[in-house]
């Protein structure tokens, strides 16, 4: 099982083949790795490799007030956006999932219209009602724009664990005298545990990773880590931002392996 | 799978036998309960995105056609008249025509040796896509602007292998542009065609080579028109979010490769010219809805839009 003992074997073709794929997956990963090991670097100038390893630019992120209230912003935001849209998301996945009208159709598509529309003019858009209404530099307006961002995506991830479940046990469970709500809770719901799994992630996921709208209706003292990491970004690279990428990458793998997980379930 | 549903033989059943009954009255009535509690239900979704998203696209729209002097078109009419206008509708659709041409070359072979290898090697290729699709935009804004610097990763490596002499300009220009938002949309291409190669049949290939087909043959004739669904939903996806796309082209434009986005977002933040950023933006609307419209026919647009999640 020698790979190279195993390569003498192919074909010049798919030597090359081999090399194209490789050269496009380490255009892809390496991106990702490199920020961990600049992040311990203790050089004020980014460099890769680092010179001297240390962990000055974690201390930095933990000490500053203004980070640390800008984690806290994002963080708070993405709870409460998962919190509020699973059941906004979840009433409306059953509805599109059971009713047969017609006109469900074309409202489904209507909820689908904060993925299509370009996210500059969703912010702009927000923007200027939130001007208008006082919403600005608040929490509350950012957990709304991010709930409506997100419906989409907990949508879709519960229509797909929907499509797949057979409905008639819950009509059984009615029938059986249990009401609506009751059968939907005891019966449905556990056996879509997979996508409302997803939906939550994908809910916590784009809140927290959300920028634009950010950008626009968030400041003072709700900024969020995403709006601050991109003003720092513009205007000086601020190597504590490498500390902090890496935290959000390790974020990101544990991520994905709950997902891979929950995909096996 | 509702009441309405077991309803309706029912109701028929006793339409058949002749005058409505009592019995169809109250079904009928069961229907329209049913019906509304539907409604209901998506009630709360639809508020959210008529008040948050269709509301303020109606302001804007409002905003764009009127000045002091009442309705006018000037907004629009700048966008064909001010090469300034102009000349970033046309840089943003060449670099997402560009980016989606490249994701296609390089998102085709990502996606065949996902769906062609077993087991270990498999998983490793769809690590190295999927972990960068979970990290943020901006983390990965960051990595390219370190590693794309004069002194950068990428200059540094080209100057010891003696490709070149002096470190290339690779960022604050298209060129950064490109490889960031490229590394951006690679993924959303990879993933939808690596769900449409998974499901093609070996037999097929198998088939048509034991009739005598040559391999490049068997690709060109069997593989190909099964896979083109997904190289299709994956460059609309990318198509799309690269015209409308704000957070890498900013970061690694430099503000010197200025796209449509950036026109909203300074004419908004720095001038507060609300009808110029309104018509700009809904103009870039306007050519994505044709383009899902369009392409709506071919494909559903939830199926694209799905691969994003």
Redesign the interface.
Known sequence: MNLFARLRYLRLSQVL?VV??TV??L??????L??VP?SFSEARF?Q?PPKQWSTTWYEAFFNSREWMSAARVSLITAFFTMLISLP??M??A???N????KV?RT????????????????A??????YARVGLISTLTGLV??H??LA???V???LL?GLRNFD??QE?VARSLGMNRFRAFMAVTLPQIKPSVV?ATL?AF?TSL?E??VAL?VSGGDNQTL?KR??TA??DE?DPT??AI?SI??LA??I??VIAGRNKQA | MTNAYLAKPLAEASGRSGPPSPDQAALAREERKEHASMLLLLAPALVMVAVLLILPLCWLTFQSVQSEEGFTLANYLRIFNEPIYWDTFALTFKISFLVTILSIIMGFPIAYAASRLQGFWANLVLICVILPFWTSVLVRSYAWLVLLQRRGLVNQTLIDMGIIDQPLNLMHNTTGTVIGTLHVMLPFMVLPLYAVMKKIPQDLLQASESLGAKPFYTFRRVFLPMAAPGIMAGSILVFVICLGFFITPELLGGGRTILVSMLVQRNVELYHAWGAASAVGLVLLLVVFLIFWGVNRFIPIERILGARS
């Open positions: 083949f194209l794929v496009i997956l255009y892809l990963i390496i991106p990702v490199i920020v600049m980014l890769f906004i998301g009433a409306a059953y509805a599109i059971s009713s047969s009208l469900v409202l489904q598509i209507i909820l689908l219209l904060p993925m299509m529309v370009p996210i500059i003019l969703i702009a858009g927000v923007f200027f009602v709304l724009a709930i409506m419906l989409p995506y949508i879709i991830a797909a409905m008639s009509m997803s994908f996921i990773d920028t634009v626009f995403t990491m991109f970004l513009r690279i931002i490498a990428s959000l990458i990101s793998l991520l994905v």
